[in-house]
T-cell receptor, first 109, second 113 residues
Framework: EDQVTQSPEALRLQEGESSSLNCSYTVSGLRGLFWYRQDPGKGPEFLFTLYSAGEEKEKERLKATLTKKESFLHITAPKPEDSATYLC??????????FGEGTQLTVNP | GAVVSQHPSWVICKSGTSVKIECRSLDFQATTMFWYRQFPKQSLMLMATSNEGSKATYEQGVEKDKFLINHASLTLSTLTVTSAHPEDSSFYIC?????????FGPGTRLLVL
């Protein structure tokens, strides 16, 4: 059974304080690992897809990396508007996604 | 811009009534759409996979007679919550693949009184 575990559950940062979110996974055949951002009361917003170990992708203050067992979402010099829940999901066989429980990020000004 | 839309964005209904939620893919065709349910402070839980032209596939534990799914066209899937009860109150989100990315709708908040 595919499993996705995210840590920490919640993270509070001061504006400008860089940190990383973790997503560890156990799957039988990874087709892709996805990062989404979800604001309260809204649907998930796509951020990145990673396909193979060693791959990295960046977007503004966010950088996602992938190894054979986990992915990290690095947040550099975060701003209050980066506050959201960040979801990690994996795609294996078929077309379904398996989600982790998410990390709720709060960035204080 | 938005890739997947949902309507309505929120709905309040009385216990025992049925509620229909629409999910549309914008500017692309989706033979498969997905319906998720999300409770407060929890992650997304896949309820069912909607297939155009055939029956939906439901996840274990999801009552197919309660959550009716109709994939009427290549751009529209509907979820009908039949005889809704307060425990059905939740945030319902649909999604669809466009290329290599699964895009999500904005969600529908259902409150059953």
């Amino acid at each position: 059974e595919d499993q996705v575990t995210q840590s920490p559950e919640a993270l509070r940062l001061q504006e400008g304080e860089s940190s990383s979110l973790n997503c560890s996974y156990t799957v039988s055949g990874l087709r892709g690992l996805f990062w989404y951002r979800q604001d309260p009361g809204k649907g998930p917003e796509f951020l990145f897809t990673l396909y193979s170990a060693g791959e990295e992708k960046e977007k503004e203050r966010l950088k996602a990396t992938l190894t054979k067992k986990e992915s990290f979402l690095h947040i550099t010099a975060p701003k209050p508007e980066d506050s959201a829940t960040y979801l990690c999901a994996v795609a294996t066989s078929g077309s379904r996604l398996t989600f982790g429980e998410g990390t709720q990020l709060t960035v204080n000004p | 811009g938005a890739v997947v839309s949902q309507h309505p964005s929120w709905v309040i209904c009385k216990s025992g009534t049925s509620v229909k939620i629409e999910c549309r893919s914008l500017d692309f065709q989706a033979t498969t759409m997905f319906w998720y349910r999300q409770f407060p402070k929890q992650s997304l839980m896949l309820m069912a996979t909607s297939n155009e032209g055939s029956k939906a596939t439901y996840e274990q534990g999801v009552e197919k007679d309660k959550f009716l799914i109709n994939h009427a066209s290549l751009t529209l899937s509907t979820l009908t919550v039949t005889s809704a009860h307060p425990e059905d109150s939740s945030f319902y989100i649909c999604s669809a693949w466009r290329g290599e990315t699964q895009y999500f709708g904005p969600g529908t908040r259902l409150l059953v009184l």
